[in-house]
Protein backbone atom coordinates (compact mmCIF):
# COMPACT_ATOMS: atom_id res chain seq x y z
CA UNK A 1 0.00 0.00 0.00
CA UNK A 2 1.28 3.31 -1.04
CA UNK A 3 2.12 6.42 1.52
CA UNK A 4 -0.71 9.24 1.85
CA UNK A 5 1.01 11.96 2.47
CA UNK A 6 5.21 13.10 3.84
CA UNK A 7 6.45 15.94 5.41
CA UNK A 8 9.99 17.03 4.47
CA UNK A 9 12.25 20.37 5.14
CA UNK A 10 15.74 20.80 3.17
CA UNK A 11 18.36 23.33 4.69
CA UNK A 12 20.45 24.90 1.94
CA UNK A 13 23.14 27.74 2.05
CA UNK A 14 23.20 29.88 -1.46
CA UNK A 15 26.23 29.56 -3.51
CA UNK A 16 28.07 32.30 -5.35
CA UNK A 17 26.87 30.31 -8.48
CA UNK A 18 23.54 30.21 -7.62
CA UNK A 19 23.18 33.79 -6.94
CA UNK A 20 25.09 34.60 -10.23
CA UNK A 21 22.59 32.88 -11.91
CA UNK A 22 19.48 33.78 -9.83
CA UNK A 23 18.21 30.45 -8.47
CA UNK A 24 19.08 27.37 -6.33
CA UNK A 25 17.85 23.37 -7.26
CA UNK A 26 17.72 22.05 -3.54
CA UNK A 27 16.88 18.18 -3.63
CA UNK A 28 14.10 17.67 -1.03
CA UNK A 29 13.96 13.53 -0.04
CA UNK A 30 11.03 12.09 1.75
CA UNK A 31 11.19 10.11 4.98
CA UNK A 32 9.80 7.10 3.20
CA UNK A 33 9.95 6.82 -0.42
CA UNK A 34 6.82 6.52 -2.44
CA UNK A 35 5.61 3.05 -4.50
CA UNK A 36 5.41 5.99 -7.91
CA UNK A 37 5.40 9.42 -8.79
CA UNK A 38 1.58 9.64 -8.49
CA UNK A 39 1.24 12.07 -6.13
CA UNK A 40 0.98 16.12 -5.65
CA UNK A 41 3.76 17.92 -3.98
CA UNK A 42 3.25 21.69 -2.51
CA UNK A 43 6.50 23.77 -0.86
CA UNK A 44 7.13 27.38 0.12
CA UNK A 45 10.91 28.68 1.20
CA UNK A 46 11.54 30.24 4.28
CA UNK A 47 14.48 32.47 5.01
CA UNK A 48 16.69 31.40 7.97
CA UNK A 49 20.10 33.80 7.34
CA UNK A 50 21.17 36.57 9.63
CA UNK A 51 22.94 38.05 6.93
CA UNK A 52 21.17 40.17 4.85
CA UNK A 53 17.16 39.84 6.34
CA UNK A 54 14.17 40.76 3.49
CA UNK A 55 12.20 38.95 0.75
CA UNK A 56 15.18 37.21 -0.92
CA UNK A 57 13.49 33.68 -1.81
CA UNK A 58 10.61 33.23 -3.59
CA UNK A 59 8.91 29.55 -4.45
CA UNK A 60 9.94 27.94 -8.19
CA UNK A 61 8.57 25.24 -10.50
CA UNK A 62 9.13 21.34 -9.67
CA UNK A 63 11.63 19.02 -11.66
CA UNK A 64 12.77 15.43 -11.37
CA UNK A 65 10.26 13.52 -9.59
CA UNK A 66 10.61 10.06 -8.15
CA UNK A 67 9.49 8.13 -5.44
CA UNK A 68 12.35 9.08 -3.27
CA UNK A 69 12.37 13.00 -3.57
CA UNK A 70 11.99 16.02 -6.04
CA UNK A 71 14.21 18.84 -6.86
CA UNK A 72 12.31 22.32 -5.58
CA UNK A 73 13.38 25.72 -7.95
CA UNK A 74 14.24 28.01 -5.62
CA UNK A 75 14.41 31.63 -7.03
CA UNK A 76 16.76 34.22 -5.47
CA UNK A 77 15.17 38.03 -5.26
CA UNK A 78 18.22 39.43 -4.48
CA UNK A 79 19.66 39.36 -8.12
CA UNK A 80 17.99 41.99 -10.90
CA UNK A 81 14.81 41.33 -11.83
CA UNK A 82 13.16 42.32 -15.37
CA UNK A 83 10.11 44.34 -13.96
CA UNK A 84 8.60 45.44 -17.40
CA UNK A 85 10.03 45.00 -21.63
CA UNK A 86 8.57 47.21 -24.50
CA UNK A 87 9.58 46.60 -27.85
CA UNK A 88 8.24 49.41 -30.74
CA UNK A 89 9.12 48.19 -34.34
CA UNK A 90 8.81 50.65 -36.68
CA UNK A 91 6.44 53.38 -35.08
CA UNK A 92 6.06 56.48 -36.35
CA UNK A 93 4.67 58.63 -33.62
CA UNK A 94 5.60 59.59 -30.35
CA UNK A 95 5.53 56.46 -27.27
CA UNK A 96 4.84 56.72 -23.72
CA UNK A 97 5.90 54.10 -21.19
CA UNK A 98 4.87 54.06 -17.70
CA UNK A 99 6.00 51.36 -14.58
CA UNK A 100 4.65 52.28 -11.11
CA UNK A 101 6.91 52.17 -8.13
CA UNK A 102 5.63 49.67 -5.89
CA UNK A 103 8.81 50.34 -3.10
CA UNK A 104 11.38 52.66 -3.00
CA UNK A 105 14.57 51.15 -4.28
CA UNK A 106 16.87 51.44 -7.54
CA UNK A 107 15.86 50.66 -11.24
CA UNK A 108 17.91 50.42 -13.97
CA UNK A 109 16.23 51.52 -17.37
CA UNK A 110 17.86 49.88 -20.60
CA UNK A 111 16.75 52.02 -23.48
CA UNK A 112 17.45 51.53 -27.32
CA UNK A 113 16.53 53.84 -30.16
CA UNK A 114 16.94 53.35 -33.74
CA UNK A 115 16.03 55.40 -36.60
CA UNK A 116 15.01 53.61 -39.50
CA UNK A 117 16.54 56.36 -42.14
CA UNK A 118 13.10 56.58 -43.87
CA UNK A 119 12.63 60.32 -42.99
CA UNK A 120 14.24 63.83 -43.33
CA UNK A 121 16.65 65.47 -40.92
CA UNK A 122 14.07 65.98 -38.57
CA UNK A 123 15.46 64.60 -34.52
CA UNK A 124 13.87 62.39 -31.46
CA UNK A 125 15.26 61.83 -28.36
CA UNK A 126 13.65 59.84 -25.04
CA UNK A 127 12.63 61.94 -21.92
CA UNK A 128 13.10 59.67 -18.12
CA UNK A 129 11.13 61.12 -14.84
CA UNK A 130 10.81 59.56 -11.92
CA UNK A 131 10.56 60.73 -8.62
CA UNK A 132 13.53 60.47 -6.08
CA UNK A 133 12.72 59.43 -2.24
CA UNK A 134 12.59 62.64 -0.80
CA UNK A 135 9.40 63.74 -3.34
CA UNK A 136 11.48 65.26 -5.64
CA UNK A 137 10.85 64.65 -9.62
CA UNK A 138 14.26 64.41 -11.66
CA UNK A 139 14.32 64.26 -15.20
CA UNK A 140 16.89 63.65 -17.78
CA UNK A 141 16.46 64.30 -21.55
CA UNK A 142 18.83 66.14 -24.19
CA UNK A 143 21.55 66.79 -24.02
CA UNK A 144 22.20 63.87 -21.68
CA UNK A 145 20.32 61.18 -23.93
CA UNK A 146 21.01 62.04 -27.43
CA UNK A 147 19.35 62.15 -30.01
CA UNK A 148 18.23 59.96 -33.76
CA UNK A 149 17.66 62.02 -37.06
CA UNK A 150 15.06 61.23 -39.74
CA UNK A 151 18.29 60.39 -42.39
CA UNK A 152 20.85 59.84 -39.95
CA UNK A 153 22.52 63.05 -40.93
CA UNK A 154 24.22 64.61 -38.12
CA UNK A 155 22.81 63.40 -34.98
CA UNK A 156 23.31 59.58 -36.32
CA UNK A 157 20.42 56.59 -36.32
CA UNK A 158 21.05 54.78 -32.88
CA UNK A 159 21.14 55.44 -29.41
CA UNK A 160 21.17 53.05 -26.06
CA UNK A 161 21.52 53.81 -22.81
CA UNK A 162 21.89 51.84 -19.31
CA UNK A 163 20.29 54.46 -16.75
CA UNK A 164 20.18 53.71 -13.08
CA UNK A 165 17.91 55.41 -10.88
CA UNK A 166 16.48 55.47 -7.16
CA UNK A 167 13.04 56.17 -7.42
CA UNK A 168 10.00 56.25 -4.48
CA UNK A 169 7.58 53.76 -3.96
CA UNK A 170 4.18 54.87 -4.98
CA UNK A 171 5.26 56.74 -7.62
CA UNK A 172 5.93 56.81 -11.39
CA UNK A 173 8.67 56.14 -13.88
CA UNK A 174 7.98 57.64 -17.26
CA UNK A 175 9.70 57.23 -20.71
CA UNK A 176 8.52 59.22 -23.55
CA UNK A 177 9.57 59.92 -26.92
CA UNK A 178 9.22 63.33 -28.87
CA UNK A 179 10.22 64.47 -32.30
CA UNK A 180 11.48 67.96 -33.20
CA UNK A 181 13.65 69.84 -35.97
CA UNK A 182 17.09 69.98 -36.68
CA UNK A 183 17.43 72.56 -33.80
CA UNK A 184 15.60 70.45 -31.42
CA UNK A 185 12.81 72.99 -31.04
CA UNK A 186 9.33 72.56 -31.78
CA UNK A 187 7.16 69.47 -33.50
CA UNK A 188 9.21 68.31 -36.28
CA UNK A 189 7.95 65.80 -38.89
CA UNK A 190 7.84 62.10 -37.91
CA UNK A 191 9.51 59.43 -39.20
CA UNK A 192 10.03 55.42 -38.30
CA UNK A 193 12.51 54.31 -35.59
CA UNK A 194 12.79 51.31 -33.23
CA UNK A 195 12.03 51.41 -29.10
CA UNK A 196 12.96 49.31 -26.46
CA UNK A 197 12.82 49.71 -23.02
CA UNK A 198 13.94 46.82 -20.32
CA UNK A 199 13.11 47.78 -16.68
CA UNK A 200 15.42 45.81 -14.02
CA UNK A 201 14.77 46.11 -10.17
CA UNK A 202 17.24 45.70 -8.42
CA UNK A 203 16.57 45.24 -4.06
CA UNK A 204 20.20 44.37 -3.78
CA UNK A 205 23.32 43.22 -4.88
CA UNK A 206 23.81 39.11 -6.02
CA UNK A 207 26.89 39.23 -3.92
CA UNK A 208 25.14 40.14 -1.08
CA UNK A 209 23.22 36.68 -0.66
CA UNK A 210 25.98 34.42 -0.73
CA UNK A 211 26.13 32.82 1.99
CA UNK A 212 22.26 33.36 2.72
CA UNK A 213 20.22 29.91 4.32
CA UNK A 214 16.79 29.22 3.62
CA UNK A 215 14.89 26.15 4.75
CA UNK A 216 12.42 24.27 1.40
CA UNK A 217 9.19 23.31 3.46
CA UNK A 218 7.57 20.76 1.51
CA UNK A 219 4.64 18.45 1.50
CA UNK A 220 3.23 15.56 -0.48
CA UNK A 221 0.21 13.51 -1.17
CA UNK A 222 -0.69 10.96 -2.99
CA UNK A 223 -3.53 10.74 -5.49
Same mark, same amino acid.
Given at each position: ?100 ? *? ?22 ? #? ?15 ? #? ?13 ? *? ?15 ? *? ?26 ? #? ?20
Amino acid at each position: MANISAIAKTPHVITAQEAAQGYAVVHVTWPSPFYDTNYAITFGVEDTSNLTPGLNFSVGDKHNVTPQGFDATVYLLAVPIVQQTKNYIGVGAPETILYPV *LATGTFVETLYYQSLGLGDSSTLW #PTLSWTDPQGNVQTLTI #PYLGTISGDGSGQGL *LQNYSLPVLALGGTTIS *LTTQFGNSDQIGAGNPFQYNWAVNVQSL #PQTAGNIVGNKCVVHAMASHR
